[in-house]
């Protein structure tokens, strides 16, 4: 079983900076996928950006050059640095791995507010 822990989430002001740590527990393949999704009010959950554990990544448009994902293989964790927020990436942030299955963390509380 896998289990995801997330920290990092919190309130900000628009153009700021956060930066989201999710570390795996339990047995993770080699051949992972891990990352970020996120879920705003009203919306669907959709992919912010996720990496392999060779290093291939996965971004969604609206966050390139703001946001980048990355990871420590030794450790099973996955970062995401968000640079230049919008009040638009406000949202909870869900850390994910595949690992012959889906898991999810608890998510994490971002707000981009003045």
């Known amino acids: 079983q896998v289990q995801l822990v997330e920290s990092g989430g919190g309130l900000v002001q628009p153009g700021g900076s956060l930066r989201l740590s999710c570390a795996a527990s339990g047995s993770i393949s080699y051949g992972n996928v891990m990352g970020w999704y996120r879920q705003a009010p009203g919306k669907e959950r959709e992919l912010v950006a996720t990496m392999t554990t060779g290093g291939s990544t996965n971004v969604v448009d609206s966050v390139k050059g703001r946001f980048t994902i990355s990871r420590d293989n030794a450790k099973k964790t996955v970062y995401l640095q968000m640079n230049s927020l919008k009040p638009e990436d406000t949202a909870v942030y869900y850390c994910?791995?595949?690992?012959?299955?889906?898991?999810w963390g608890q998510g994490t509380q971002v707000t981009v507010s003045s």
């Open positions: 994910y791995a595949h690992s012959s299955k889906a898991y």
